[in-house]
């Protein structure tokens, strides 16, 4: 029984370690991929520089938290792992290509002699960042959508995840993360700039809540449990705070997106938003990896691999939420034209 209990909890604690690494990382690498979508809207060189050059020093670091929710998942739970990935090769594919791209744009833009290579990195730098938001956002509606599962493999054809409701849900992303990227601008921004950035941020914080309207609309239709946890009695009753504070914050959104003195708050704002949209699909989730088909506790390693890995867990995230948090501290404050890490 007591091996039963370590088990048990173990495989709580390692479900929520992993879904706040992929918040943290939607956190960090959705503003940084946002700006690279916001890039075609301004086509002066000098705006373009002062944006990559808010995000330079710490762009990739961002994505170490990527590398562990991927790893995280092959450890603590492999059978997820094993089946999620040949579900979905072609987005997963598509993001991991987008993000190797985008690299390799954001530095080698820096040093591109001709008008030519410049506006070939520039680019793949808008590229990649959207093809990178288009693939996560798609990855998480054919999860939430649901895959087939034939024993303990994947069931399906190549091109199960391509539905309107994973569209949907790319989209959205898409449009969430510019909308985050714009709020960061917003916030290490000053001047002309920044007047255009609040006016597209406003643009999209409407888009972006639009989305989550109609992806929270569409989610409880795609399964049975997903609609009886949001809409039976007295289970709504319990969810009900969660779309009631996303309403909050967007009119929080609204009334501050354009005041000046506190440049900081919409983005803080942002992430609290994102917050409770994983709130949101963990209530829908919770406890399946692979709705409806596989839960964390048919997922899990053993209990003592789970224990190994989970010390050394323990230890490592704060200290690369330590080192992360000096790095954005370092580079606080409003970057100005000619300034930057490069």
């Given amino acids: 029984m007591d091996g039963l209990a370590t088990s048990f909890d173990l495989t709580i604690a390692w479900a929520l370690l992993l879904a706040f690494a992929v918040y943290v990382y939607v956190v960090l690498d959705g503003f940084d991929l946002g700006i690279g979508i916001l890039y075609p809207f301004f086509r002066n060189k000098e705006d373009r520089d002062l944006m990559m050059n808010s995000v330079a020093p710490v762009?990739?670091?961002n994505e170490t938290w990527l590398v562990l929710g991927g790893g995280g998942l092959f450890a603590a739970f492999?059978?997820?792992?094993?089946?999620?990935?040949?579900?979905?090769?072609p987005p997963i594919i598509a993001m991991l290509l987008a993000l190797i791209f985008r690299g390799v744009?954001?530095?080698?833009?820096w040093?591109?002699?001709?008008?030519?290579?410049?506006?070939?990195?520039?680019?793949?730098?808008?590229?990649?960042s959207t093809v990178a938001a288009l693939a996560q956002g798609i990855t998480l509606g054919a999860l939430l959508q649901g895959i087939d599962v034939d024993g303990r493999s994947y069931g399906g054809g190549w091109w199960d995840w391509l539905t309107p409701f994973s569209i949907l849900t790319g989209v959205s992303v898409v449009l969430g993360y510019a909308f985050m990227g714009a709020c960061w601008l917003n916030m290490k921004l000053e001047g002309d700039i920044q007047l255009k950035i609040r006016?597209?941020?406003?643009?999209?914080?409407?888009?972006?809540?639009?989305c989550i309207v109609a992806v929270s609309l569409a989610t409880p239709f795609l399964e049975q449990e997903y609609f009886s946890r949001w809409f039976s009695f007295p289970a709504a009753l319990v969810v009900a705070p969660v779309p009631?504070?996303?309403?909050?914050?967007?009119?929080?959104?609204?009334?501050?997106?354009t005041r000046d003195g506190r440049d900081w708050l919409p983005f803080v704002l942002t992430i609290a938003l994102f917050g409770l949209c994983f709130v949101g699909l963990g209530v829908s989730m919770w406890p399946y990896i692979i709705p409806p088909a596989?839960?964390?506790y048919d997922a899990a390693s053993p209990a003592k691999s789970q224990l190994f890995m989970f010390v050394g867990a323990?230890?490592?995230?704060?200290?690369?939420?330590a080192y992360s948090g000096y790095a954005y501290w370092v580079f606080r404050g409003k970057l100005k034209v000619g300034e930057g890490y490069h």
Avoid: Q
């Fill in 59 to 61: 762009w990739d670091g």
């Fill in 78 to 89: 492999p059978l997820a792992y094993a089946i999620i990935l040949p579900a979905l090769y």
């Fill in 105 to 109: 744009a954001f530095e080698f833009r």
């Fill in 111 to 128: 040093k591109a002699a001709s008008s030519f290579s410049k506006w070939f990195w520039d680019g793949a730098f808008i590229g990649g």
């Fill in 199 to 210: 006016n597209m941020a406003r643009l999209f914080g409407i888009a972006t809540v639009a």
């Fill in 244 to 257: 009631i504070m996303v309403g909050v914050l967007a009119w929080a959104l609204w009334t501050t997106i």
């Fill in 294 to 296: 596989v839960s964390i």
């Fill in 314 to 321: 323990i230890v490592l995230v704060p200290i690369i939420l």
